[in-house]
């Protein structure tokens, strides 16, 4: 069989797979009822329906600050679907690809398939069709971060790129700071103490940039905070309620009502910070080398669903490498009094502030 032929052979399959998708969401909807929600995702109009009251109460929360009106969708939209098994009697396709890389051949579909969901994301027409097994069993990241990896080669088609980092200005006029890192360097306790003590919040962990000619501008996803159990004792006060998920990853907290007024959509971001623990340090803020911010914010802002099916290789090299060219960045040392954290972020923002102004 030619290339050509079996490439041909593998489309016809995905098509398949995506209408098998397609038949169980709509069988799944006449078993229960369908909420819908209107959202803008980095300035994108987005429809979300999900079938199953207590899966919508899950996965729609972690978008309220989002929310927009009906009349929004009435173009073009980012369209996802979802719908609980157990709440419907209807199960997903089976059948998804095995192994790696989790999409088709051609790199129009993305694949999710793993304990407790499957889903399916078709690039073309800018859609995820999902099913999870049950609201009460999501994982941490379906809880947290709903849709996330299917949602970054949908995001990259439409000039986002998802950042593994966080964001967070010390005012609505404030430049906002990229906290950079990996998992595990205080990226979500940095965020949660900042915004404890009255930051703008724009995300703890995932973040979407969008680089305009002259500006780079940081979009929010998510109003939650992902944080180890054990480190809740550490803060006076939450800024909204922590649950723990099924599979013991990190609490979320999701943030409060009250708080959400400090939850911005957009923000200029002016620099990239990057937190490191100092048991028994002083929590300071020095600059860093452009290494230093590349090396923080890879690997976990590449994804292998945005490679080029032909060379196996990721554009968003290029977004990230234009990002660290632009700003400045900074190591944010983090000393064992989380009430230091917020100073020291708003004597960097205001060193920032007064650096833009005088150009």
């Known amino acids: 069989m030619s290339a050509l032929a079996s490439e041909s052979g593998m489309t016809a399959v995905d098509d398949a797979l995506l209408q098998r998708f397609e038949r169980a969401r709509d069988a799944a ?14 300035g994108i109009p987005t429809r979300l329906r ?4 207590a899966l919508a109460e899950r996965l729609v929360r972690p978008f309220r600050h989002l929310e927009t009106g009906p009349a929004a969708l009435a173009g073009p939209v980012l369209a996802i679907d979802a719908w609980s098994e157990t709440e419907t009697g209807i199960a997903p396709p089976r059948d998804i690809p095995e ?9 129009r579909l993305a694949y999710r398939n793993q304990p407790g969901g499957r889903a399916v994301a078709d690039r073309r027409q800018g859609r995820i069709i999902a099913c999870f097994d049950a609201a009460e069993r999501l994982s941490y990241s379906d809880v947290a971060k709903p849709f996330r990896s299917l949602l970054i080669p949908l995001l990259y088609d439409r000039g986002r790129q998802l950042l593994h980092g966080g964001l967070i200005a010390a005012s609505p006029d404030a430049p906002a700071l990229l906290l950079a890192g990996r998992s595990g360097s205080g990226k979500s306790t940095v ?3 900042a915004l ?15 680089l305009a000619e002259k500006v780079a501008i940081g979009h ?28 013991g990853a990190k609490s979320v907290v999701y943030l409060a009502p009250q708080a959400l007024h400090r939850l911005d959509r957009a923000a200029r971001i002016a620099a990239i910070v990057i937190p490191e623990i100092r048991p028994g340090g ?12 590349l090396r923080a914010l890879m690997p976990g802002s590449i994804s292998i669903l ?25 190591r944010l040392a983090l000393g064992p009094d989380l009430a230091a954290i917020a100073p020291a972020l708003r004597r960097l923002s205001a060193a920032l502030a007064a650096e833009g102004a005088g150009r």
Do not use: K, M, W
């Not at 999900?50 to 009251?53: D, I, N, Q, R, S």
């Not at 996803?221 to 723990?244: N, Q, W």
């Not at 002083?282 to 911010?293: C, I, N």
């Open 29 to 42: 909807s006449r078993h229960a009822a369908t909420i819908v929600f209107a959202f803008s995702l980095s």
């Open 50 to 53: 999900v079938t199953g009251a």
């Open 196 to 210: 404890a003590a009255g930051f703008r919040f724009l995300g703890d962990d995932h973040t979407c940039l969008e």
């Open 220 to 247: 929010s996803l998510y109003a939650t905070c992902g944080i180890e159990p054990g480190h809740l004792g550490r803060f006076e006060r939450l800024p909204g309620d922590a649950v723990a998920t099924p599979d």
């Open 306 to 330: 945005v490679a080029a099916p032909e060379t196996r290789e990721s554009p968003q090299f290029n977004g990230i490498g234009a990002l660290v060219e632009r700003l400045p960045a900074y």
């Open 99 to 107: 192994g790696h890389p989790p999409h088709s051949i051609d790199g």
């Open 191 to 193: 965020a949660l103490a």
């Open 282 to 293: 002083v929590t300071e803020t020095r600059p860093t080398s452009r290494g230093d911010a």
